[in-house]
């Protein structure tokens, strides 16, 4: 008998146990694998679907202990289950989201929800040790995100603007607005692109409609003509801090190696499409735009109080800029808050032979259980992958 086993065995693992094992060993990987994984390649050239949008924290700075709250948790989450909702029936392959908070649970939670790979970047978030400190309910930051499958690595993040001080997640030391950059990469058929997310500095565009505010309050006696440009030069400094910010974002990119890399650069710029800024990353850098800037149509517009009632919240919102009168602080405000603009964008640059975009929108834009999800649009947008 023991013979008989022992001429049995090698037969019976050679066609029995071998082909159950590795029948086992597919099972699992195929319980393990994410359909999404392979389903950008399902399309002949394949598709790279990206999604940029600002979240909303739903904050007010108005104490150093815990700022003010514009809704309920309850509120709070009925927003998040719509834009899940929205998030999945769009199906992205990348996200890039800002005024995540707190950053990393709220990471991880998103990731986890939608099965996608995850970085992080804490950008404001007070004096803490790990999430224990003041202000007690703001941990800020940045998310990028990605299908599992791309790669996603965390380049590294760089503070862009703010006084002395530093954010990361385990000691936060900051007493002032930071602004910071997080920067990832994604590998697509053997292609690395790069992939930018940033929130510049919030604070009022030195605009032709600002310059015509100021002089109306001018010809109307509230302010004499040299304190209109005082203001108008405050004002101005907020458009400079804003292309210092994005000098910054260059400085950083080139000095990791990857100023020739394709790159996506997304977040929320806090500037119109003709802003001085952003004609810079046009004019002088080659950055495009994923949607149509020049376009004037609600459409695009991304901050938008007209459609969106999440921002008239913000009437009660600290600003960064606050000036003795009256009239020209409601003036700014009508200009800022009450005025729809378009401040979020997609932009590229060396895509040549990469990637081609094929189609954006808006993202966000529909009521989900009554209320819209963000107080901004997302933008959305289709990329063609090319390989030459």
């Not at 998040?80 to 909702?85: D, I, Q, R, S, V």
């Not at 607005?177 to 030195?206: D, M, Q």
């Not at 802003?275 to 002088?284: F, I, P, Q, V």
Request: proline content about 4%; glycine content about 8%.
């Amino acid at each position: 008998m023991k013979h008989v086993l022992q001429n049995l065995w090698p037969g019976f693992f050679a066609t029995i146990l071998i082909p159950l094992m590795a029948l086992i060993f597919q099972c699992a990987c195929a319980a393990k694998a994410n359909p999404r994984d392979v389903k950008m390649f399902d399309t002949n050239p394949p598709i790279l679907k990206i999604l940029n949008y600002n979240v909303w924290h739903g904050l007010n700075p108005t104490s150093i202990l815990r700022f003010g709250q514009y809704e309920s948790a309850h509120q709070r989450e009925l927003r998040y289950a719509g834009f899940l909702a929205q998030a999945r029936a769009f199906d992205p392959d990348v996200l890039l989201l800002q005024e995540v908070n707190p950053a990393p649970s709220m990471s991880r939670r998103i990731a986890r929800d939608l099965g996608l790979d995850v970085v992080w970047q804490i950008d404001n978030s007070g004096v803490k040790l790990g999430p224990i400190g003041l202000p007690s309910n703001l941990r800020s930051g940045l998310t990028t995100l990605a299908r599992k499958g791309l790669d996603l690595k965390k380049v590294g993040a760089k503070k862009l603007s703010g006084p002395r001080g530093l954010c990361n997640d385990w000691v936060t030391w900051q007493f002032d607005e930071f602004r910071y950059l997080l920067a990832a990469t994604i590998t697509v058929k053997g292609r690395e692109i790069l992939l930018l997310n940033t929130h510049l500095h919030h604070g009022p565009e030195l605009t032709l409609r600002t310059r015509q505010a100021m002089d109306s309050l001018v010809k109307e006696g509230v302010i004499t003509k040299e304190r209109a440009g005082e203001i108008l030069g405050v004002i101005g400094k907020a458009s400079d801090r804003r292309r210092r910010e994005l000098e910054t974002v260059m400085n950083y990119v080139q000095s990791r190696g990857h100023w020739s890399s394709p790159t996506i650069f997304a977040g929320d710029f806090n500037a119109s499409p003709d802003a001085a800024e952003l004609m810079w990353m046009k004019n002088d850098l080659g950055f495009q735009s994923m949607t149509v800037d020049e376009s004037a149509k609600d459409f695009f517009f991304t901050w938008d109080w007209e459609r969106n009632k999440n921002t008239h919240q913000i009437d009660s919102f600290v600003p960064v800029n606050s000036f003795a009168e009256a009239q020209v602080n409601q003036a700014i405000h009508d200009l800022e808050i009450g005025l729809s603009r378009r401040i979020d964008y997609i932009l590229f640059r060396n895509a040549a032979g990469v990637f081609k975009v094929q189609d954006s929108g808006l993202f966000g834009a529909a009521l989900q259980d009554g209320r819209m999800a963000s107080d901004h649009f997302g933008i959305w947008a289709k990329l063609m992958m090319d390989y030459k």
